[in-house]
Structures are given as C-alpha cells and as structure tokens.
C-alpha cells in the first residue's frame, strides 16, 4: 500500500522535526553549560587550597629569613669574639675602630660567605688603620 502525505502533513512533520532537533539541542547545552559550573566551582575551590597553601608557605619563609638573619647577626658577634676583634654596637650598627687591613677582609669576607646583606658598609681611615661601619639589621 502507498501512503501519500498531504502538503500540510509533510510541513507538520518538518516543523515537529526541526523542534525535536531544537529541543535535543538546548538539552545538550544545559547538560554541557551545567557540567561547566561544576568544572568551574570544583576549579575555584582548588584554586582556593592552592592559594592558601602558597600563603602559608609565604609565611614560612617569610618567618625563616627573619630567623637566618637573628642567627646570622648572632653568628658574627661571635666570629668577631673568637677572632678577638674589637667592635662596638649602636642598635644595628657594627662600629670598627682602628682595624688593620687583615682584619678588615677577614670581616668583610665572613660577612659575603655568610650572606650577611648589610644595609650599609662604611670604610674610612688611611692605610695602616681603618674605620669600618656595618648596619645589619636583624
């Protein structure tokens, strides 16, 4: 049996395929738009851990270097003791009177191998005795 449609049935069968087509359609984008919120919200709470795990690492180092610095401030005073060499502190500052020129490198060769960074290195004085100033601040 041939089974002829009508013009009216073949535009009512397009119209109601296109809208199955258009419906299936939005079905997919809301699934794919709902599981990009989610990818999104589980993203920012990762985020959100690695952040703070960088914060605190931050403060870690943040609070070693302030210990290095204690120790190392601390570790010359008592290099310049054991070596016998004659200083005098004013808060933050080393204070040098009449050094010779051996002690001098020795003291600024401790402070280059120790990473001791200074704010401030003053030399002055002649030849046979030298003035010397270091401001560390610990």
Do not use: H, W
């Not at 990009?36 to 589980?42: C, N, Q, S, V």
């Amino acid at each position: 049996m041939k089974f002829k449609l009508l013009k009216n049935n073949k535009k009512l069968f397009s119209i109601i395929g296109f809208s199955l087509l258009f419906l299936i359609f939005i079905f997919l984008e809301n699934i794919l738009i709902d599981n990009l919120f989610e990818m999104r919200a589980k993203y920012d709470q990762k985020n959100q851990v690695f952040n703070d795990q960088k914060q605190k690492i931050s403060q870690l180092k943040m609070y070693e270097n302030n210990k290095n610095t204690k120790n190392l401030v601390e570790n010359l005073e008592l290099f310049l003791k054991d070596k016998k060499i004659s200083y005098s502190i004013d808060g933050a500052l080393f204070l040098f009177d009449n050094l010779a020129p051996g002690k001098l490198i020795e003291i600024l060769n401790y402070v280059q191998l120790n990473n001791i960074e200074p704010n401030v290195i003053k030399i002055s004085g002649n030849e046979s005795t030298l003035n010397l100033t270091i401001e560390v601040t610990a």
